[in-house]
């Protein structure tokens, strides 16, 4: 059956592209506790460059106390309930037209930027592509030390989307961050040498690593990702002296023929049906979490079902628990407290593992605990923390999923044409895997009372398949990417990529209405930061940061950084200057994925680096790095229509995830249809039997016959004749 040709003939229903977002890899898991293993990393990965200076004593008590030092950003959403609002206004809507770059500091990794930095005593950690770890002079740029974990670039096959890295975390002098390859490292803070570091994950699977650790009470807090590829989620505590696991939460169960982990894992089970743990089942605690250190609670965001397509992963359906949803977790013992599943049977990449923020909001006359998330299911929602109970929830785009949250159920109100597992048809449905809104922070302002959100304007084509990948370097999604492919039609697909945009929205939570919006010209924009200097700060995907009036969203200041932004912004203040401080560096799913789509707010490159701003800054960054110009030269067409069809499929099965649907990169990935090795037997040697393993492109003998990777090499030669036209 020919999944793009019938695509092809209903083309005209794609009025929406677009990508997916986080979770993570694999093919079959089994119930066993990864193995756990503590050995001293290596003292060569790392570079120190000053002397060590800094104290970096941070505790759970100057966490919880951070507004009593805004200086410093101690925890990866500045507090521990994630609000990522700052007292600062030293820099403030008044006087925001002075601002200009303080330094820039290159980094030597050159995918996708995601990393909030922290900043303690003067001292900048960030995180980077690849696991690696920066040390630097917070005023200057200047670097102290850095830190190389040395991920195998092999790895990255397993990574959905980019190689990215979240951020470190700060306990006691010791800097915590998790690698791709599923390491947790501890390092001190004042010279960079590794002090431990434990396998998190059972590595013959495809775990990463890309979300940032949080510390709670000396225990270091990570999850992992891998759910596009089939894996088994959970959230480990260690202990932050010796690498000790302390306890770990299962987010969905395991075999029922083994013993459950957790005895809430039994009334799990009772919401999935066949055989779910043959399939990982997904659910990974890939990002976001928060901590209410008056409840000792902590909150985690679960990822989607593994595979996606709900009739492969539990045939007969069920709500899955716990896919897709807000687990409370006892922060001393990992034990299960509440839940709130935002996606009940998850089957359109609609994780729940976006940015989580913690308030104490008054609504109908009585001060509520909240807890407020806009997964991406594209639906706002605002939860009691102390039980789960939930208060409200409203659309922020026009789903088409679901029409409504039934407010007596605290359950969506499906369009049944959406669950496309049951329907066995196309569904051309908003929003999509990138999520009304993915990973990017929002911010939550205490002087307006406003949570600022980044927004993706972006639906899909979700066209079920039956048959799973297996192969645990591929996406097992149970759904066809190709659906998604831009048609050839120039009207048709100018229609489509004009309706794929993005916004800022700055959202009412107590009315559940959005109070101003901010509209660009494509998703995929940056996190975002509010002050009480009544500036909302956001890089862009045009390669700008922007400075916005956090009451009203009048645009006050911009400047171009030669590189689109995706990160969050941060601000600190040293020796009584304010500096707001971004990673900045395009990248992540959206450029990996969506071909020409990469490119809806204009021209755009990685050009990796962290960027500080202060008053009076006069700094200015160099000029941009030339390009190569690329010409086309593909050898001469022969494949026939039957043979270019097959390798279509074939491409869009494993190829499409990193070097673009409709073979167009988005420029962080070697572009096919520019590739010397078209038409010639090097496209064997490096796809068949490996060539460029050490590079990222390990080889896809498992996934392909040669056949197909033949006809895999006569559809990107089409694409690049396509190209040319
Ligand atoms: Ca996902």
């Not at 040709?5 to 093919?27: D, I, K, N, P, T």
């Not at 601002?99 to 500091?105: E, F, P, Q, S, T």
């Not at 009470?217 to 990570?222: L, M, T, V």
């Not at 998330?373 to 109970?389: C, E, I, L, S």
Request: hydrophobic share 40%.
């Amino acid at each position: 059956m020919n999944y793009p040709l019938m695509f092809r003939c209903s083309g005209h229903l794609a009025v929406f592209l677009s990508l997916w977002l986080l979770a993570g890899c694999g093919s079959e898991d089994k119930t066993a506790v990864a193995p756990t293993e503590t050995r001293p990393a290596t003292e060569e990965a790392v570079v120190a460059v000053a002397p060590a200076t800094t104290m970096a004593a941070v505790d759970g008590n100057r966490i919880i106390n951070a507004d009593s030092e805004p200086g410093n950003w101690l925890t990866h959403g500045r507090t521990y309930d994630e609000q990522r609002y700052s007292p600062l206004a030293q820099i403030n809507a008044g006087n925001v037209s002075n601002l200009g770059l303080a330094w820039y500091y290159d980094l030597d990794s050159s995918r996708g930027q995601e990393s909030t930095p922290i900043v303690v005593d003067g001292v900048m950690y960030v995180s980077t592509a690849w696991s690696m770890v920066k040390a630097l002079d917070a005023r200057t740029g200047a670097l102290k030390w850095a830190y190389d974990p040395q991920v195998p670039k092999s790895w990255g096959v397993y990574a959905c989307c980019d190689v990215v890295n979240r951020g470190v975390a700060i306990w006691n002098n010791t800097i915590y961050f998790g690698t791709l390859d599923g390491r947790l490292i501890a390092l001190d803070a004042a010279t960079g040498k590794p002090a431990w570091e434990v396998l998190t994950i059972d590595n013959t699977k495809p775990y990463t690593i890309t979300g940032a650790p949080r510390v709670i009470n000396g225990k270091i807090i990570i999850g992992n990702g891998g759910s596009e590829y089939g894996v088994r989620g959970y959230v480990s505590a260690y202990d932050a002296e010796t690498g000790a696991l302390a306890w770990r939460f299962y987010t969905v169960p395991g075999d029922p023929s083994q013993p459950f982990e957790a005895p809430i894992l039994a009334e799990a089970a009772k919401t999935w049906n066949g055989e779910w743990w043959k399939y990982g089942g997904g659910g990974t605690v890939w990002d976001s979490m928060a901590y209410d250190p008056d409840l000792n609670l902590l909150y985690i965001g679960t990822g989607n079902g593994a595979p996606w397509n709900q009739s492969i992963r539990s045939p007969g359906g069920g709500d899955n628990l716990f896919l897709s949803s807000i687990v409370a977790l006892n922060a001393s013992t990992g034990e299960y407290v509440w839940h709130y599943q935002t996606t009940p049977g998850e089957t359109w990449d609609f994780t729940a593992a976006q940015h989580i923020i913690l308030a104490d909001l008054e609504i109908n006359g009585q001060t509520r605990k909240v807890l407020m998330q806009v997964p991406k299911n594209g639906f706002f929602y605002v939860v009691d923390r102390t039980n789960g109970a939930l208060i409200s929830a409203q659309p922020v785009v026009a789903t088409t999923w679901a029409t409504h949250v039934d407010m007596a159920t605290g359950r969506p109100v499906e369009n049944p044409e959406s669950r496309y597992d049951k329907t066995g048809k196309v569904w051309v449905g908003v929003p999509g895997p990138a999520g009304a809104h993915s990973w990017h922070p929002m911010s939550y302002n205490r002087q307006t009372g406003l949570v600022y959100v980044p927004i993706n304007d972006a639906g899909f084509v979700y066209m079920p398949v039956q048959q799973l990948n297996i192969k645990p370097h591929s996406f097992n999604t149970g759904i066809d990417f190709g659906a998604a492919d831009l048609p050839p039609d120039p009207v048709v697909k100018k229609q489509i990529m004009d309706s794929v945009t993005g916004h800022l929205a700055a959202w009412d939570p107590v009315l559940q209405r959005e109070s101003w919006r901010v509209n660009y010209p494509g998703p995929w924009n940056g996190g975002v930061l509010s002050t009480a200097g009544n500036l909302v700060i956001q890089g862009t995907a045009a390669s700008e940061l922007v400075i916005y009036t956090a009451d009203n969203g009048t645009k006050l200041w911009s400047m171009p950084v030669q590189t689109g932004v995706v990160a969050a912004p941060i601000t600190y203040e040293v020796d009584g200057e304010q500096y707001i401080a971004v990673a900045a560096g395009w990248g992540g799913i959206y450029p990996l994925v969506t071909g020409d789509l990469a490119f809806k707010s204009g021209p755009v490159r990685n050009i990796s680096r962290v960027i500080a701003f202060k008053l009076g800054g006069t700094t200015t960054l160099p000029p941009m790095p030339p390009e190569t110009p690329r010409v086309l030269n593909p050898p001469e067409l022969t494949a026939d229509t039957a043979k270019l069809a097959i390798g279509k499929q074939a491409y869009d099965r494993a190829c499409s995830t990193c070097h673009g649907g409709g073979v167009v990169s988005g420029g962080l990935i070697t572009d096919l249809r520019y590739s010397p090795s078209l038409g010639n037997e090097l496209f064997f040697e490096i796809v068949e039997k490996g060539l460029y393993n050490d590079k990222g492109m390990v080889s896809y003998a498992d996934t392909y016959n040669h056949e197909e990777l033949d006809a895999i090499q006569a559809y990107l030669i089409k694409r690049a004749h396509d190209s040319m036209e």
